[in-house]
Structure formats: structure tokens, C-alpha cells
């Protein structure tokens, strides 16, 4: 190694750390996590890196969101090494992982749904006016604000105090998303955003995912569906059983590959033949593993 050790007293481990990180914010090295006796996840390595979309996929019990927990503060790894920025990290709460810029949007979004949306935006976070103990919220400015930062992402509601409930999920997972970057986040979590919406509303989440990449975020994107995974990625990172299946860059791996390593080839065939058996069903006229794996033909997703 030929960088310098910035902090001179860690030794070696220090310096091979920051000299290897090459850009990324967030990198998970053979990191794992049991709980109790389970083994959750085990030997995974990943990165995120500003400007990228990386995108983590996985049939359910996977282990992907048991990947972002870790990442997001809710858990800590027992295995492997965590770092943020290079540097050796553990964090004891979401709010630690905030501090370093690592923002998590849950599917079930902790918003007020009779609260306006201005209001959601600010939630916890209210600007105010006036010296203490005058003080009060400046609500103008929290609405000007929230429009312009909606807008700036390309959102435009026709009314900011039209109260959050009454938006689509789409609508509300692009407000989490337009409110995180406002805040400061480098890095926005995304756990199965696209799960529980249609073709459209999934579209318009997609497009805000690839926005936040645009203004420089790094997005890890957690998903079931392959094809919605290969319109904003840029790296894949595969589960299986806890354990990294596939980790390629988008160059290295087709939709079709990467789809079929979601409905895992090997299995759909064992499968197939389980049906000619059962069903006395000529194997020869079933469709072929890739053609099985459309998301139309997919299990449900969000069970998360
Ligand atoms: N708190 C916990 N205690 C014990 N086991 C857990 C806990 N959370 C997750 N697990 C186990 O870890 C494995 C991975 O779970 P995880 O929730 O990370 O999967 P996932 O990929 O997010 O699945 P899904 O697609 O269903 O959301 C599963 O076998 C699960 O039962
Ligand atoms: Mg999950």
C-alpha cells in the first residue's frame, strides 16, 4: 500500500482501509449477522458509491433486509467488517447511521396521513422563527421550502396541504424520497419501494430513484423484481440463503441472466420435473426456466 496513514497511531489496518475504499461511502467486507443460533447472512461483500444505484435482490428470507438493517443502524453485524467512508463503523442506533448520512424508506413510511404534506416533510424537523420563548414554526417557509424541494426532484403535487394520506403510495415513497435528500442524505435505502404499486406508480418511484442517483446520492435499491432492479442499476448484488449468489456490475450480467439467477435456474428445472411427475405433464412443453420468470408470474412481493 502506498497511501499515507492520516490518523498515524491505527497502523496498518487503518491505512489498508482508506487506501482500498476507492470512492465508496458504504462497503460491507465478508460482513455477516446470526441471531442467536440463525444465520442470517454470511460472507457478504458490498458497496455503494455516490451516483450508483446498487441494487439488492433475493427470494424471500434472503437476507436483504437483514443486509440493511445493518447499514441503516437497526442491527449489528457479527460478522466481517462495516465501513462508512473507509473507516471501521458500528452503529448502536438509525440515528447514528443519519449522522454519517445513511438514510433508510421503509414500506410502511413513518408519515402522519391527516398531517399536510408540508408538515410530513418537516416531521420532527420544523423550521421556526422568532427568538425563544416567542419562537414559533415558520410555516412559510416550511412550505416554500417542501415545494421547491419536491419540485427540484421533478414532483409536482397540486397541493401542499392536501393531507399525505390522500397521495398514492407511489407519491408518498417520492416525498420520503425528495425529504431524505433534503436532509442531507449521501446514502437512501430503499427497501422494496416498488412492492405493493402497479406498473405505474412503480415507474414514477423508479424515476426518483434515478434522480436521487442524479443529484449524487448512493441509492442500494432493494427489490424482488428483476426488471425493474435492471432499469435504475448500476451494480446487482444477489441473495441467496444469506449468501452473495451474484455480485456484477451492470456490463457483466443481462436482464435475462440476472433474472435468472433470481428464479434461481436450477431450481425451476428440479421444480419442473416435479410437476411432470406429480401431473404426468410433458416436461418437453413447459416453458423454459427464463420464460418462467416474468414478474407477472412472480410470487407477490412486500412480505417483507
Ligand atoms: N430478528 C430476527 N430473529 C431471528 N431470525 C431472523 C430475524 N430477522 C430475520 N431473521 C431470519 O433471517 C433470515 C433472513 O431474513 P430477512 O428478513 O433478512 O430476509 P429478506 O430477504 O428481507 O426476506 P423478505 O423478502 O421476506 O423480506 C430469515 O431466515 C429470517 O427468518
Ligand atoms: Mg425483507
Redesign the pocket.
Known amino acids: 500500500m502506498t497511501s499515507t496513514n492520516k490518523a498515524g497511531t491505527h497502523g496498518t489496518v487503518l491505512e489498508d482501509t482508506v487506501a482500498a475504499q476507492d470512492g465508496a461511502i458504504v462497503e460491507l467486507r465478508n460482513a455477516g449477522k446470526s441471531y442467536g443460533n440463525i444465520r442470517a447472512l454470511h460472507g457478504v461483500d458490498l458497496k455503494v458509491h455516490p451516483s450508483r444505484v446498487t441494487c439488492v435482490l433475493g427470494d424471500n428470507g434472503a437476507g436483504?433486509?437483514t443486509l440493511i438493517k445493518i447499514v441503516s443502524g437497526l442491527h449489528q453485524h457479527t460478522e466481517g467488517d462495516f465501513l462508512v467512508d473507509g473507516r471501521p463503523v458500528r452503529f448502536n442506533s438509525p440515528r447514528e447511521a443519519l449522522d454519517k448520512g445513511i438514510a433508510a424508506v421503509y414500506q410502511d413510511l413513518a408519515t402522519v396521513p391527516l398531517m399536510p404534506v408540508w408538515r410530513n416533510f418537516f416531521l420532527g424537523s420544523e423550521m421556526t422563527k422568532g427568538p425563544w420563548p416567542v419562537r414559533r414554526l415558520d410555516i412559510e417557509k416550511m412550505k416554500q421550502t417542501a415545494d421547491g424541494e419536491l419540485r427540484n426532484m421533478g414532483i409536482v403535487l397540486d397541493d401542499l396541504e392536501q393531507s399525505i394520506g390522500t397521495l398514492s403510495g407511489g407519491q408518498r415513497q417520492c416525498v420520503a424520497i425528495a425529504r431524505a435528500v433534503y436532509f442531507g442524505a449521501r446514502v437512501l435505502i430503499l427497501?422494496?419501494p416498488t412492492a405493493a404499486l402497479g406498473v405505474k406508480q412503480s415507474g414514477v418511484v423508479l424515476k426518483y430513484i434515478a434522480a436521487a442517483r442524479d443529484r449524487g446520492l448512493g441509492v442500494i435499491f432493494i427489490t424482488h423484481n428483476p426488471h425493474h432492479a435492471y432499469m435504475v442499476g448500476d451494480h446487482f448484488s444477489v441473495l441467496r440463503l444469506g449468501t452473495l449468489e451474484l455480485s456484477a456490475d451492470r456490463s457483466q450480467v443481462s436482464l435475462e441472466e440476472l433474472t435468472n439467477h433470481m428464479a434461481g435456474g436450477a431450481e425451476l428445472a428440479a421444480l419442473k420435473h416435479e410437476l411432470a411427475a406429480v401431473r404426468g405433464v410433458d416436461v418437453e412443453e413447459l416453458p423454459d426456466e427464463k420464460d418462467l420468470t416474468a414478474p407477472e408470474s412472480a410470487p407477490p412481493e412486500g412480505t417483507?
Do not use: Q, R, W
Request: charged share 60%; no cysteine; glycine share 0%.
Open positions: 436483504k433486509s427497501d422494496e417483507s
